[in-house]
């Protein structure tokens, strides 16, 4: 009977004696100590559009001049300036025509002597002689009486005029381009001008990436209970790849001593190594024990005081850094840019990354462990106020987390809580923060998806943030968000929404839905009798489950009104989110839950409906002459997206 | 005798009357006219770091949920909350644990019933009565007397706690990611969380790419006289990839009409045609008219009223958008950016480039022509007042105008002048702005470049502008640089440097240099003789003619000292650098010039010594304390870096 492992509690609890905590910048000088950052050597790339993005090795010097002579910069006559003086329209200069046309590409022959004047072309070589160019505009070609070509000057040089000197553009000898820089298209230029048909640029670091656990798939492998998709491989192989190194994938190995080891082995023929998984601490043990095993120094970092990443290892193998990062995608990502983007910069030749930071306020408290650096991810939204940084909140676990986060601020170890109303000092990654034309921050609902899609293809980005009904209307009272999406039943009037409003904010009218309990389709219990009825039924079994929504959530209150102060098995157990009762329900850890009608379907549950509700739209009257508050009304009102709606299940109808 | 070539001033006169320019905006109007720029269709790129910088075709909903099922964020004991209610320390409460052990990737079978727990792994499933997961560092594993595994819980557990719920990260059927969304490494990381292994993104417009002109040599070619290396080629195939096109590179046609037109056929299989090339009006009416030849619309505008630019030709043909750009660098990449890169963007999914401006003033007076919305080329200098930007003033058929450009201001149309201390709006372009740690402006020197490669070496960005001495100087006064290099001597004392330092400058000792007289070698007035002698022979020979130096340098003035109001043939032709002094005299075009000994070896010329001279620094005084400052001074006392500026010809010694 007694079939639990005991020895996977021994090696968790073994294995907090391994972990010894550091601080960051301790973790990074360890680190440090026993790795040599300078550039790769050289490779010699061919001049190409290849080449974008890359290092160069040493300091190009220019092998010839460029121009190679003095050029003309125009199409007219080669001429000596002081021959010129003088000339006007109404008394011009006659010089004599010499026997060659100086196209581009031909060398002179003939010395420009004293009142003589050679035809040149934009890019032509100037003759000896000739100190400057007159252009034809300023010039009359015509026969002398002996048949003589002969050009008339209207207008004086003056020595140098459109002369390019040999040698202005890129003297030969001169460094033109310096070790270090990142080639642009400007650059490639610089070098096809000189003549170079292939460029000394770093050679990138490649680095092996390796994915453990049991429970990873490969995208596009079968589902199955309790496993997840790797997506570590594809974020850290994207995230080398950005930091200037060549990803090597590994791909997945499974907690096993000798799959991983044979990888390990494999990874470290590349530059660097990086493992990610090891999120349960018996597993992730393997990987640290095989590392460790490799020979001095071996593991000189487990475990960080930071959060997302505590259990971060730092290694150095054979003079190569060897990094395993936690599992969960934030963590991941999180110390990949903390531990491993810097070695990668440093091996490809390319400086610190700078770092972007902007001043933000936090609109609600942002709790922390005390021990560790927290890092928050946060969300920023343009408000009159400057910005504001919501933290997403959706955990370590989430690939979201950092995906769909516009960067992130760190509460000091030691401090518990910052208070709503803190400036923080946010530091933006990814890319730069594009302001949104159009803020919406409330409840989630796949109409509202709908909109956002048909505004951002008319190019209104759309910045989408769902904090639930409750927390929509406290951003749009402190001017937030353009727009609120609610559905907010008061329990007094059972009217939706208008009871909520504060004053400045106004309500478009947006569409009914329908609110029901979602169930597995065969269940006696509910299938084919009405919610009510299907409700008592529920209760009055012991062994029905039911999931709850979060609170704050305006499901939840219809909810807690529906159930009238029970609180049946599984009243604790808050989903965050239509999708997760439904989810909650088809995989059987829940028997019942409440949720939109439209989430049903795709799940294959029985819907039985309990109450039509509002989803409308809250905005702060300032905000409605805005144009992209403009254009989302009428969407509203427009009548094929109307049509759309109703396709989807949503009531557009006038009386709903 | 009158070989010159009346078709070509034919050619030059009438493609005048061809040329209708247009203002910017009508040039854009036109042309865009006869353009449909949506997306190009998708195409379906398998998961992987090439999906970096692509762009979404498709809104992404999400397929199933993530996680799949409710998720252990720790490891520990599945639990009923409600079950651990009042533990602590002291007083544990204590449950059966049930016989099974939920590892990663491990399917629930026993529900946690009530006083029952579950071990679970991070990342574990979460079974069917539990409702939430009691990390392991708040628990004792012990066995009770019958050998029944239990665990003592010494912290309650709320609902929910270290529970990720099914979906909360993403939920089936929600929009995740937008079309038109550029992929990172973190959206990446979204797709394969979702399992997905091929994502369908814009196609990359191609964008054919042609040069012409018989003066061009493909980089790597041997050069010849007159001829000059194809760097719009390179340029244009490297921007075409920065703006999210792919690059169809044609190479090099002559100015042939069957050759050009076969290249412009094969160039019409591609989304899109540039072509760069005929500076000289007469052969780039070839192209001109090839693409006119092809049917309706084809060329819209011939001619905008920009500088650089003006010669731009704007073509649709067969539906698809052909430009000829001209052919100097300069002008070739401005119009790109201008008329070429949006269309490409537009193609390729992009939004329109963010325009990037500063603010800035203008330390010198800058000229424009009246007729045309006039682009000037600056350098952007750090100064405690703010920006300044110095004018490139290179001219638009230098390669060199545009890379080493950090932005343009624009001086409007029928404006003259735009005068010194101007405050203008720049342009930025190419990449970030990074402040350099020193800014040097002044007078060149190879010595100067060796200081400025060891500063690279050890991480200072160096900006560096070749300004001349009296140039540096004044930026010196006006605070806009920390070192400004000068070789000036004054005319009564004969003294250096010093007596030029304004209030406020101090000068670092540099070195001694050679001025002097290069010539061919072998050249009999030259060769043998002491400077004195032969310049005196030089200025005898009406046949000898000479390359003078810029106004403003150094070298002018100790020219003009030397010449004593004699202004022998060549007087007026006034080159800009050593550089083009010695490339002047080895091309044969001059006879002789004045330069620093270290460019005649390059050039296989001849030395006479006149005077040496001494290239200090003049520096502020108010930035001798700069960190980047004194590293530079530290590098002048270096004795290894001292010894390399000997051996390069620079004497060191005391009494230099």
Chains 1, 2 share one sequence.
Request: overall charge neutral.
């Amino acid at each position: 009977m007694p079939t639990t492992d005991p020895p996977f509690l021994r090696r968790v609890a073994s294995q907090d004696q391994f972990l010894e905590v550091v601080p960051r910048e301790e973790a990074n000088r360890r680190f440090h100590a026993h790795l040599t950052l300078a550039p790769l050597p050289a490779e010699h790339v061919p001049l190409s559009a290849d080449l974008l993005g890359r290092v160069l090795a040493a300091d190009v010097v220019a092998p010839l001049d460029v121009p190679q002579f003095d050029r003309s910069g125009v199409d007219g006559f080669a001429v000596r300036a002081t021959d010129t003086s003088g000339a006007t329209d109404h008394s011009p200069v006659t010089l004599r025509l010499n026997g060659e046309v100086l196209a581009c590409g031909v060398a002179p022959v003939q010395e420009v002597l004293p009142g003589t004047a050679t035809v040149i072309a934009t890019g032509g070589m100037v003759p000896r002689g000739a100190d400057a160019v007159v252009m034809v505009e300023h010039t009359d070609y015509r026969e002398g009486p002996d048949g003589t070509p002969l050009v008339d000057i209207r207008k004086p040089a003056s020595p140098g005029s459109f002369v390019a000197f040999a040698g202005s553009d890129i003297g030969r000898g001169e460094v033109v381009l310096r070790r270090g820089t990142v080639l642009t298209s400007r650059e490639l230029g610089v070098l096809a001008a000189l003549g170079l048909t292939r460029v000394g640029v770093v050679r990138r670091p490649r680095v092996a990436i390796l994915s453990t656990g049991d429970e990873l798939l490969a995208p596009g492998e079968p589902m199955r209970p309790g496993a997840v998709y790797d997506s570590n491989a594809a974020i850290l192989a994207a995230a080398v790849a950005e930091a200037g190194g060549e990803p090597v994938p590994l791909g997945i190995a499974r907690d096993r001593e000798t799959e991983i080891a044979a990888k390990v082995e494999q990874g470290l023929e590349a530059d660097m190594l990086v493992l990610s998984g090891g999120t349960s601490k018996g597993a992730g043990d393997i990987s640290y024990r095989i590392i460790g095993g490799l020979g001095e120094p071996g593991i000189v970092v487990h475990g960080v005081a930071i959060k997302p990443g505590k259990p971060v290892a730092l290694g150095v193998v054979r003079g190569k850094p060897v990094v395993l990062l936690p599992g969960f995608p934030t963590s991941a990502i999180f110390t990949f840019h903390e531990f491993v983007a810097p070695v990668i910069r440093a091996l490809a030749g390319l400086k610190p990354a700078a770092a972007d930071t902007v001043q933000a306020t936090l609109p609600v408290r942002a709790l922390s462990e005390r021990g560790r650096a927290e890092y928050v991810m946060v969300s920023l939204v343009d408000t009159p106020a400057g910005l504001a940084a919501y933290p997403t909140a959706k955990g370590s676990g989430a690939v979201t987390s950092f995906a769909q986060a516009d960067g992130f601020f760190c509460v000091p170890q030691g401090v518990e809580a910052v208070e709503a109303g803190t400036r923080v000092t946010v530091q933006r990654i990814g890319r730069d923060l594009e302001p949104a034309s159009l803020s919406i921050i409330g409840s989630h609902c796949v109409g509202l998806d709908l909109l956002v899609g048909e505004l951002a293809g008319q190019g209104i980005g759309v910045k989408l943030l769902n904090v639930g009904s409750m927390g929509g209307l406290a951003a749009a009272r402190r001017g937030e968000c353009d727009i609120a999406p609610i559905h907010l039943m008061d329990p007094r009037t059972g009217t939706y929404n208008t009871p909520f409003l504060a004053e400045g904010l106004t309500l478009a009218r947006g569409y009914g839905r329908r609110q029901g309990i979602v169930f597995r389709k065969g269940d006696g219990r509910f299938e084919g009798r009405a919610a009510a009825e299907a409700l008592a039924a529920a209760l009055a079994d012991p062994d029905c489950r039911m999931v709850n929504r979060n609170a704050g959530a305006g499901t939840r209150i219809l909810l807690d009104r529906l159930l009238a102060g029970a609180k049946p098995p599984g009243y604790w157990a808050q989903a965050k989110s239509h999708n997760a009762v439904a989810a909650a329900v088809a995989q059987g850890r829940a028997d019942w839950g409440m949720a939109i009608d439209t989430v049903a379907e795709p799940y294959g549950l029985g819907f039985l409906p309990v109450q039509p509700e509002r989803y409308d739209f809250a905005i702060p009257a300032d905000r409605l002459d805005r144009p992209s508050v403009r254009r989302f009304l009428d969407l509203l009102a427009n009548a094929s997206v109307r049509r759309r709606l109703t396709e989807l299940g949503f009531d557009l109808t006038e009386d709903a």
